[in-house]
């Protein structure tokens, strides 16, 4: 298949697909796990420190020497930051704080693809016809607000979305050679490419004009990958492909080593050896706790929490002017971050996570982006909001049950807010910013127990701690972990059940569908809902 030619690279902070007329809202969205958590990376995906100049032509020539990580976060457009508490908002506006002073952050700043320099993914995403407005960053990862929307760098996966007509696909022989010659990536271990149906799919480029072509490239490059279309082929629909987890000892074998703690005889010589170091939320060492402690109890969470994953997608369309209103320039108003602030302020968009660390963009004369952290987590919104083509994306990876627990009211059913599940709280309320005259909902979320058979507890002991940070199997009760099929079918029925009860009623609309998928290691959830 002929690759799109990426020489009419656009300028840095220009908009490519503005220029093609009624711009194309829906998006592209590529995940690509190179390892299966942020603890197991290549040895030389530690931090480096040679500079590096972007190459004109292929990375061929790389090798992981060549890359470059900056300290202190000097490329950051915004101070890197993390608030000390999150917070969960009810239908007024105010927040019932939970306490996060106990959550150990594993700072991975500058490990696996975060060494990147940021001139080697601009130069990947000019063959995807888009540039980096701004970045900003924290202990887990890199958020990159771009000309058409984001992408985020973890130690150990890339996700890239983008709108417009770009060339997404394009790049990812790029990508996957900058995993494998700058940070020892051999293999992969799991891929997701999906997308909405386009608005105007004769306008797309190259292998994007029709599904059939995306999943030939992505074939060529992938094994064993699936396809599918999920809901009504005459209206509303969604993509997806996606490779089943690759054998983790098949990930990790040549050269490819899982990072181990320090032992504590070792703890005057770990700067060098281990240069990620667990913090707090308010980045202080816990108190009590030995360092070298510290850094296995935070790589066993960022090991425990890359269990636990989940995003959901609202895709939204038939906005309601009055509401997209506030997404266009007023008067004389500046454009850019102090453009996308006061959106924030006027929207709401600012109380969906009112601890979140947030990156926005005014574009000019209309539309809005914005990239959010908080933990080892993002959210990020996309809104197109001409009335000919409106269009508005929320994605986020922060799991609802721990942010939004307390009802919110909805502007389409006036008074106090009925019992909700945490997912229909977080509808609620990006549907009331928005206001749709219909939208789908996604939800990817990993089975309850991973396939290792790690057993789910609330405490774990220190050896407990130090096998997880390995990711070495669980022992359960001082036995060898048994993979008892049963329990983790109940597990995942009961969590299918809570996923399904997810798609619930949401007030002013009525649901016309709602479809659930389960694939190796994830339940999927799709529902579709229009204007009562």
Excluded at 185 to 198: A, P
Excluded at 398 to 411: D, R
Excluded at 462 to 473: K, Q, Y
Aim: proline residues 6%; contains cysteine; charged residues 25%.
């Amino acid at each position: 298949m002929q690759v799109t030619d990426s020489s009419n690279v656009p300028l840095a902070g220009s908009n490519y697909s503005a220029e093609a007329g009624c711009f194309e809202g829906p998006e592209k969205l590529l995940e690509i796990w190179f390892s299966k958590c942020p603890t197991f990376i290549p040895p030389c995906s530690r931090r480096a420190s040679v500079e590096y100049s972007a190459p004109q032509d292929d990375l061929s020539s790389l090798s992981l020497q060549d890359s470059v990580v900056v300290e202190d976060a000097h490329f950051y457009d915004k101070p890197a930051s993390m608030e000390r508490r999150a917070s969960s908002v009810n239908g007024n506006g105010d927040s019932a704080v939970w306490d996060c002073n106990d959550t150990l952050l594993y700072d991975t700043r500058g490990t696996g693809l975060r060494k990147i320099d940021r001139a080697i993914w601009e130069d990947m995403l000019s063959i995807v016809k888009c540039t980096v407005l701004s970045v900003i960053g924290n202990e887990s990862c890199d958020a990159y607000l771009l000309s058409e929307s984001s992408m985020f760098i973890y130690p150990h996966k890339l996700i890239l979305k983008t709108c417009g007509t770009t060339t997404l696909l394009a790049a990812l022989p790029r990508i996957l050679q900058i995993g494998k010659s700058m940070c020892g990536f051999e293999k992969i271990y799991r891929v997701f490419y999906s997308r909405k149906c386009y608005m105007f799919p004769h306008k797309q480029i190259g292998m994007h004009r029709k599904w059939k072509d995306e999943v030939a490239w992505l074939d060529e490059h992938f094994e064993d990958g699936s396809a599918y279309k999920v809901g009504k082929l005459n209206g509303d629909h969604w993509y997806l492909y996606l490779t089943g987890p690759a054998i983790v000892d098949d990930v990790l074998d040549g050269d490819y080593e899982v990072i181990k703690p320090f032992d504590s005889d070792e703890e005057t010589s770990h700067e060098e050896s281990y240069p990620a170091t667990p913090k707090s939320m308010d980045g202080d060492t816990p108190l009590n706790t030995s360092p070298s402690m510290a850094t296995i109890r935070a790589k066993a969470e960022a090991y425990r929490r890359s269990l636990n994953d989940q995003t959901v997608e609202i895709l939204m369309t038939k906005l309601n002017p009055e509401a997209m209103r506030r997404f266009y320039q007023q008067g004389d108003e500046e454009s850019g971050s102090k453009g996308g602030r006061r959106v924030d302020q006027e929207t709401g968009i600012d109380k969906l996570y009112p601890n979140a660390m947030l990156d926005s963009f005014l574009f000019e004369p209309c539309g809005y982006s914005s990239n959010a952290l908080l933990l080892d987590g993002y959210f990020t919104i996309h809104v197109t909001p001409e009335d000919i083509c409106s269009y508005a994306s929320f994605e986020t990876t922060i799991p609802v049950e721990e942010t939004h627990t307390h009802p919110v009211e909805s502007i389409h059913a006036p008074g106090p807010a009925p019992r909700k599940t945490p997912l229909q709280n977080l509808i609620t309320q990006v549907t009331n910013i928005f206001q749709p005259g219909a939208f789908s909902v996604t939800c990817f979320k990993s089975h309850p127990t991973s396939k290792a058979g790690h057993p789910a507890r609330s405490s774990y002991t220190e050896d407990d701690l130090m096998a997880m940070s390995m990711g070495v199997v669980l022992p359960a009760d001082g036995k060898p972990t048994v993979d008892n099929e049963v329990v983790r079918e109940e597990l995942r029925y009961e969590t299918q059940s809570r996923l399904v009860k997810n798609m619930g009623i949401i007030e002013g609309y009525k649901r016309t569908d709602r479809i659930l998928y389960e694939f190796e290691g994830y339940d999927f959830t799709f529902a579709h809902y229009k204007r009562a």
